[in-house]
């Protein structure tokens, strides 16, 4: 398997602009996680999916930020209109059902809002 | 309610001697427990990960971590330290009663010096 894919991996934008990241979880997994992560705030789960369902937005920062999955090999998150302050990386992950199955993180996309 | 604490937020060590990240949770019910290293710049790897088997868990690149249930600690140590080990370390709780989430601590900086 390839693992957990994001595109792109690099995103500079103006601000206003609306921003698309992409994920592709591995294959037979049921959860999809997106995280954010800043030097100031750390690692933080923004939204987690299970079976393509939302099951916790309450990390998504507000009206700006959405996320789909409307199939199991696909997810996006969504900036609009993104700011100087979602300048960061995004990571996602995914993991099988088990409780004893770990996470896999994708390579992230390094977001850049001048 | 489940956390995790990293009680360190950075350690520094010389090459070749033991490195030593604590790890303690609180979980309502038996976890997995799971350490991740992050390399500047890059995404997240499984370094070894406990499920309720042995308690001593062997990881890659020469680290372990003891799972301590009346302690409720899962450090993670290495018997030498390598300049490549210098990354970002996040000790992570899966509880096996709420397979949906996966908790993070805040991470440690390994610093290694020559």
């Known amino acids: 398997d390839a693992g957990v894919i994001q595109s792109p991996r690099h995103e500079v934008t103006e601000m206003g602009q609306e921003v698309t990241l992409r994920c592709k979880p591995i294959?037979?997994?049921?959860?999809l996680f997106w995280y954010r992560q800043t030097m100031m705030r750390g690692l933080e789960l923004l939204i987690y999916?299970?079976?393509?369902?939302?099951?916790?937005d309450s990390g998504m920062p507000e009206d700006r930020f959405s996320a789909k999955m409307p199939n199991a090999s696909f997810s996006t998150l969504k900036i609009q209109p993104s700011e100087p302050r979602d300048s960061a990386v995004y990571f996602c992950?995914?993991?099988?059902?088990?409780?004893?199955?770990?996470?896999?993180f994708g390579p992230g996309t390094r977001l850049t809002v001048t | 309610a489940q956390s995790v604490t990293q009680l360190d937020s950075h350690v520094s060590v010389s090459e070749g001697t033991p490195v030593l990240l604590r790890c303690n949770y609180s979980?309502?019910?038996?976890?997995?427990l799971f350490w991740y290293v992050q390399h500047p710049n890059k995404g997240l790897q499984l370094l070894l990960k406990?499920?309720?088997?042995?308690?001593l868990v062997k990881g890659i690149n020469g680290f372990e971590a003891e799972f301590k249930k009346s302690e409720t600690s899962f450090h993670l140590t290495k018997p030498s330290a390598h300049m490549s080990d210098a990354a970002e370390y996040f000790c992570?709780?899966?509880?096996?009663?709420?397979?949906?989430?996966?908790?993070f601590g805040s991470g440690t900086k390994l610093n290694v010096k020559p």
């Open positions: 992950a995914s993991s099988g059902t088990s409780g004893v199955s770990e996470q896999y």
């Open positions: 294959s037979g997994h049921d959860y």
């Open positions: 999916f299970n079976n393509n369902v939302p099951i916790d």
């Open positions: 979980s309502s019910y038996s976890p997995s």
């Open positions: 406990y499920t309720s088997a042995a308690t």
């Open positions: 992570v709780v899966r509880p096996l009663g709420n397979f949906n989430k996966f908790y």
